[in-house]
């Protein structure tokens, strides 16, 4: 069978394992965000294209590599993908392609083995869409929690385009009110997840910094008081570039958020919560508490879906179905989460999926963007109705 048939490419599924741990240090971030040191003009990426999936640029087979030039999961995370689309095969061939360019300039055309060589890719160092715009659109880093302490879960975010860090607050219905600007120069900024991590009773934010990996606490002041929302930032990681999909869960119902995160090799591992700002021992020591998730994307917590009072864990397939993973309430290894269970479908036109009570009635809930990839759209509401499902959705915002 030709080299360059999808058979073939597909059966190559070890190909880059080398390459891509690369991506999971920081340097791989760094040069994520910044202008690709190679290129090559779109033809050549054809050319790759052909030789790795047939052309096919929504090909997702199962074998861990995914679009038309077949992106390990991992891979477009570390180099900014989400920012198109939960994963490659769900972007355009072109938002795949500008990914691509930025692999290839910290991987180099060795990260697509004999196709990057049969494609010449080394040596074309054409930009192949010179007039694109890098910047993605849209609120981004959804993440959610009481900063108020009015008892009403408010939402915050970046937005893509100014890198200004917004506040929504919740209004207890599910809506939410005027937005209020509590930062600036965020968009360097990534992987944000807010809950009490201090143990003072205000929320806070944690984020990655993407040139370095370091990963900050930005301490609560318990009100919205525009740029002073937030204190002073701390240093409490390094190396955290290799890690996605930050959420807070207590999962071992000790009154202290722990931090959930999916590394580089798709392990699930819980940080536990040290309840204090303490620098570098602001979390505790991490235990893996699950395998096999690196196909899974959209990782929140919206709290208690069965009304028990655990915390459920809901993360979206690379087929959209929407999954709930039960909390039992101790931090019990590779038993911390129960089996799951199906709850939703055609959730892949879904991004930014971020949970709370934003009702306040009691029952977790789930924000959520419907746009096309690329594009600002709606976000909705959908209500928790107690059974470990979701009720109807409502529109509760556009331009998102």
Not at 54 to 66: E, I, K, L, P, S
Not at 151 to 164: F, P, Q
Not at 205 to 214: F, H, K, P, R
Request: charged share 15%.
């Amino acid at each position: 069978m030709p080299e360059n048939s999808r058979a073939t490419a597909f059966r190559r599924t070890t190909r880059t394992a080398a390459t891509a741990a690369v991506t999971m240090t920081a340097l791989a971030l760094s040069l994520a965000s910044a202008a690709p040191a190679g290129a090559a003009s779109v033809s050549t990426w054809d050319k790759v294209a052909r030789c790795e999936s047939t052309n096919d640029w929504q090909a997702n087979t199962g074998n861990g590599y995914f679009g038309g030039v077949q992106i390990l999961l991992s891979t477009w995370n570390a180099f900014g993908g989400r920012e198109y689309a939960s994963y490659p095969h769900q972007a355009t061939k072109q938002q795949q392609i500008l990914i691509a360019e930025k692999i290839l300039a910290g991987q180099g055309a060795g990260a697509w083995g004999s196709c990057g060589a049969k494609a010449d890719l080394a040596s074309d160092h054409a930009d192949p869409y010179p007039d694109v715009p890098p910047a993605p659109v849209g609120m981004v880093h959804l993440t959610a929690a009481d900063f108020t302490g009015d008892g009403k879960a408010d939402l915050v975010g970046v937005e893509s385009a100014t890198g200004k860090l917004w506040l929504y607050p919740g209004t207890g219905s599910g809506a939410l009110g005027a937005r209020v600007q509590i930062g600036a120069g965020w968009g360097g900024m990534s992987k944000l997840v807010a809950a009490d991590f201090t143990g003072d009773g205000k929320a806070d934010v944690l984020a990655v910094e993407n040139s370095t990996g370091s990963f900050y606490a930005y301490p609560g002041n318990g009100a919205v008081n525009g740029m002073n929302t937030l204190g002073a930032r701390t240093q409490i990681g390094a190396g955290w570039g290799a890690m996605r999909d930050l959420t807070a869960m207590d999962v071992d119902k000790d009154g202290k958020p722990d931090l959930l995160t999916i590394d580089g090799n798709g392990a699930l591992w819980s940080y536990q919560g040290a309840g204090s700002l303490n620098g570098m021992n602001t979390l505790g020591a991490r235990t893996q508490i699950g395998a096999g998730w690196g196909g899974m994307t959209e990782l929140t917590s919206p709290g208690a879906l069965n009304a028990d009072g655990r915390p459920d864990l809901v993360a979206v397939d690379p087929a959209g179905a929407l999954w709930k993973y039960p909390a039992t309430g101790s931090l019990d290894a590779m038993n911390t989460l129960g089996a799951r269970t199906q709850i939703g479908s055609n959730w892949n036109s879904m991004r930014q999926l971020v949970g709370a009570d934003f009702n306040a009635d009691g029952k977790g809930d789930l924000d959520a963007v419907q746009a096309p990839t690329g594009s600002t759209g709606d976000l909705y509401f959908y209500p928790g109705n107690g059974s470990g499902a979701f009720g109807d959705r409502a529109r509760i915002g556009s331009g998102w």
